[in-house]
Structures are given as structure tokens and as C-alpha cells.
């Protein structure tokens, strides 16, 4: 009974301790994240970038398999037969005096058992010279691909964080215009009840809150949106939570103009062209491995082995009668029909492809940073005026709100201004996430690497 009631306990204990372990594994965690820290976190967590990580240890352990085919090579074997009947062959009756006759024999043991430990060198091969330089290239050009997916991912979290905090600052200036119209519907709703103004005003006054409202729920959309957006590119959970540390002025102010309009793109440096350079050499090595098609290769063996027969399983291994040798094999090609100039020919022409691709690659590059720093220089122009807009239509809207409520200006004027702020306030957001934009863009593709 006592036995029963402490099983009893443990088990209560074992659940409950599930329990809270689950509990505790359900609540969100929030993460406090600046931009650095939000890049940072998505290298380490992105799942495209952690499959490209694993590519890279891929590349390095096919880079030891291949080079362990230079390595000595060894081998055992072991065996056992049976022969329940042994087979039997005619020998001619002339070796017993019986021309014209034949005498069935049987020749072995019943039972037979073998064991063979057999190495191999590789002396000389010119395919594995090259395929040894070849697996080199591939682990360069797996680290060079995950940097290129760090880099990519660094500047599209960069964007998304953008558009979260454009989306946060936006929805934060409207909240302000909303507590405006409700101040403001309060003192010409009581107007109205005073007899000083129409009900047409009071109306208009609030069709113009309603879409102001209806704007913010549109915004608030798009903020939840954008910070799922964010947790993907980043591979946090949805169920989290960020903060973002950074405010926008901190980029605004921050953009290294004289970087941006006056670094130097060094080719050798960037990423993209790195990749295929490594891509060109994988080239040369494949018509490197064609040509050495035409190198003869030499390989060194040794075996040994031992070997029982009795027609007595009992007594099979008793005595065993060895045997070794060491040798070598020289594999010499000497004609294929023209297969080996044909493949060489194909590898020299997949050269020439990649080659043109690299030469595409370098005039795209230079193009490329001429386009975005004209486009740098036309969202700058653009923000600059936009935000003049901007401040200058929030300065007539609120001179018109103090002239309505002092009855110098009509429902319709201050809608008006209002919208004409609103317009504004979005064509400054979006002007200012296109210079955002384009500067992260090209800060990225003038990075050495």
C-alpha cells in the first residue's frame, strides 16, 4: 500500500512537472533589438542561411572524401562454403590405360574458409591531382556563397526594419491628429448645441475623423505585417515578440554620404564577382580533369590470405596454407574514338561561357553603382522636399484648426488642409523609406569583402 502511494506521488510529480515545463515553453519570449542586432540574429537564424552553413561543412567533408582517395586503401574479405556435393569432372580413361573412356572424378574438400586483406595505393593520377585542386575551389566557393546570403540577408533585414519603424512613426503622428479631432469634434459639437454652427459642420468634421481613423487601422495592418515580415527574414518565432531599439532619425542622420557617392567598387572585393571567379576556376579544373583523361595512372596493391579445407568441419581450422603478392597496375588510355578531345572541347567552351558571364558581371557591377547612386541622389532631392511639404502643410493645417475653432475658417477648409497633411505625411514616409531604400542597397554592393 505505502509502495503504491509513492509510485502514486512520483507520477503526480512527473505530470506536474510537465506541465509547467510546457507552460513555461509556451510564453512568448521578446526580443530588444537594435539593427545590428536584428542582422546579426537573422545570419545565426535565418533557415536559408543555416542550410547554406551546412552547405559549407558539406563541401568540407566532400573535400576529405576525395582526398582520402590518395590515402592507402585497405580491405578484408573472409568466406566459408559448404560444397554438400562436390562437383565432379571427366578426366580421359587414357591416363588409366582405358582409351575412348572417361573417369568421373571429384577434386576439393567439402568444407572451405578463406580470409584476404588486400591494400591499394594510388601512385599517379592526374585526374586526382586535379580533383584535389578542384575540392578546394568548392570549399572557397561554399564560404563565399554564405557570405553572399549573410550579406543579402543583412540588407533585406535592414529594409524590413525600415519599413517597421516608418510604419510605427506614421501610425504615432496620426494617433496625435486623432486626439486633435476628438478635441476639436467635443468644442463644435457643443457649438452646434449653442446654435452656433450647422449640423452640415459637425458632420463634415467627422467624416474627416472617420477616415483619419480608417487610416490608422490601415496602418496598424500594415505594422503587423511588417512585423512578421521581419520575424520570417529572421527566423524568430511568430508568437514572439520584437522591440526595435533604433529610431529612424538615427539613419536618417547617419547616412554616410561620402561613402555612398565616393567609395571605389573593387571588383576583386565584392561578393558577387568573387563567386564567379570561383565559378571560373571550377571551370579551369574541369577542363583541366578532361585533359589528364590522356595520363595514364599507376596503382600499388599487396594482399594476403589464408585459406582451410577439410572434409571435417571440425578439423577446417586446424591447418591454413597462406598465400601474398604485391604488384603494380598501370591504367593506360589509348584510343577512344575521339570521346576525350570532344569533352575536352566541351570544358573549353563552358569556360568561354563563364567567362563571358564574369566580363557581363563586372560591366552589370559598374552600371549597377552609376544607376544607384543617380537613384541615391534623386530620393535624396525627393525626401528633401517632401519632408519641406510635409512640415509645411502641418503648419497650415494647424493654423486652419485655430481659425475653425474660432469660426474663420469652414468644415470644408479644415478637411481639406487635413487631407492635404495626411497626402503629405504619406508622400514623406515613402520618400524617405526609398532613400532608406537605395542607400542600404548601395552601401552593400560597394562593401569589400
Known amino acids: 500500500m505505502k509502495m503504491r502511494k509513492i509510485i502514486l506521488n512520483i507520477l503526480l510529480f512527473l505530470i506536474a512537472a510537465n506541465f509547467l515545463h510546457a507552460q513555461t515553453d509556451s510564453v512568448p519570449t521578446t526580443h530588444y533589438l537594435s539593427l545590428e542586432d536584428a542582422q546579426n540574429y537573422a545570419v545565426d537564424n535565418n533557415y536559408q542561411n543555416k542550410n547554406m552553413d551546412i552547405d559549407r561543412e558539406i563541401s568540407e567533408k566532400q573535400r576529405w572524401e576525395y582526398l582520402a582517395i590518395g590515402f592507402p586503401q585497405i580491405n578484408a574479405t573472409a568466406n566459408y562454403q559448404n560444397n554438400l556435393k562436390l562437383p565432379t569432372s571427366l578426366l580421359p580413361g587414357e591416363i588409366i590405360g582405358e582409351p575412348g573412356t572417361y573417369i568421373p572424378v571429384q577434386f576439393g574438400q567439402q568444407h572451405n574458409a578463406g580470409w584476404n586483406v588486400t591494400a591499394t595505393q594510388l601512385i599517379f593520377s592526374g585526374q586526382y591531382i586535379v580533383?584535389?585542386?578542384?575540392?578546394?575551389?568548392?570549399?572557397?566557393?561554399?564560404?563565399?556563397?554564405?557570405?553572399?546570403?549573410?550579406?543579402?540577408?543583412?540588407?533585406?533585414?535592414?529594409?524590413?526594419?525600415?519599413?517597421?519603424?516608418?510604419?510605427?512613426?506614421?501610425?504615432?503622428?496620426?494617433?496625435?491628429?486623432?486626439?486633435?479631432?476628438?478635441?476639436?469634434?467635443?468644442?463644435?459639437?457643443?457649438?452646434?448645441?449653442?446654435?452656433?454652427?450647422?449640423?452640415?459642420?459637425?458632420?463634415?468634421?467627422?467624416?474627416?475623423?472617420?477616415?483619419?481613423?480608417?487610416?490608422?487601422?490601415?496602418?496598424?495592418?500594415?505594422?503587423?505585417?511588417?512585423?512578421?515580415?521581419?520575424?520570417?527574414?529572421?527566423?524568430?518565432?511568430?508568437?514572439?515578440?520584437?522591440?526595435?531599439?533604433?529610431?529612424?532619425?538615427?539613419?536618417?542622420?547617419?547616412?554616410?554620404?561620402?561613402?555612398?557617392?565616393?567609395?571605389?567598387?573593387?571588383?576583386?572585393?565584392?561578393?558577387?564577382?568573387?563567386?564567379?571567379?570561383?565559378?571560373?576556376?571550377?571551370?579551369?579544373?574541369?577542363?583541366?580533369?578532361?585533359?589528364?583523361?590522356?595520363?595514364?595512372?599507376?596503382?600499388?596493391?599487396?594482399s594476403y590470405s589464408q585459406s582451410a579445407y577439410n572434409n571435417e568441419f571440425s578439423e577446417l581450422f586446424s591447418k591454413w596454407y597462406s598465400s601474398n603478392m604485391i604488384g603494380i597496375q598501370i591504367n593506360i588510355p589509348i584510343f577512344s574514338s575521339g570521346m576525350r578531345n570532344a569533352r575536352v572541347q566541351q570544358a573549353k567552351l563552358e569556360l568561354e561561357k563563364v567567362r563571358n558571364t564574369k566580363a557581363e558581371l563586372e560591366q552589370g557591377l559598374n552600371l549597377q553603382v552609376q544607376q544607384l547612386r543617380n537613384n541615391y541622389i534623386n530620393a535624396k532631392l525627393k525626401f528633401q522636399n517632401e519632408k519641406w511639404n510635409m512640415e509645411l502643410s502641418k503648419k497650415i493645417n494647424d493654423k486652419t484648426e485655430k481659425k475653425y475653432t474660432q469660426g474663420m475658417a469652414s468644415a470644408n477648409d479644415l478637411m481639406l488642409t487635413q487631407n492635404q497633411y495626411l497626402m503629405a505625411l504619406n508622400n514623406y514616409y515613402q520618400a524617405l523609406s526609398q532613400l532608406l531604400s537605395v542607400s542600404t542597397e548601395l552601401y552593400y554592393i560597394l562593401q569589400k569583402n
Open 131 to 302: 580533383g584535389v585542386e578542384a575540392s578546394k575551389v568548392l570549399t572557397v566557393l561554399a564560404d563565399r556563397s554564405y557570405t553572399k546570403s549573410s550579406l543579402s540577408i543583412k540588407e533585406t533585414v535592414a529594409k524590413s526594419y525600415y519599413l517597421v519603424l516608418i510604419a510605427e512613426e506614421s501610425k504615432k503622428i496620426l494617433e496625435e491628429t486623432k486626439a486633435n479631432f476628438e478635441n476639436l469634434l467635443k468644442k463644435i459639437e457643443e457649438s452646434y448645441r449653442l446654435g452656433f454652427v450647422e449640423d452640415i459642420d459637425v458632420d463634415q468634421l467627422r467624416l474627416t475623423k472617420q477616415n483619419n481613423d480608417n487610416t490608422i487601422i490601415s496602418v496598424e495592418n500594415q505594422i503587423e505585417l511588417a512585423y512578421r515580415l521581419l520575424k520570417y527574414q529572421m527566423g524568430i518565432d511568430y508568437n514572439d515578440k520584437i522591440v526595435l531599439t533604433d529610431s529612424l532619425d538615427k539613419f536618417v542622420d547617419n547616412i554616410n554620404e561620402a561613402f555612398l557617392m565616393g567609395e571605389e567598387l573593387e571588383l576583386n572585393k565584392n561578393i558577387d564577382y568573387q563567386i564567379i571567379q570561383s565559378q571560373e576556376d571550377l571551370k579551369i579544373s574541369s577542363l583541366k580533369n578532361e585533359k589528364s583523361q590522356y595520363l595514364p595512372q599507376i596503382t600499388g596493391f599487396f
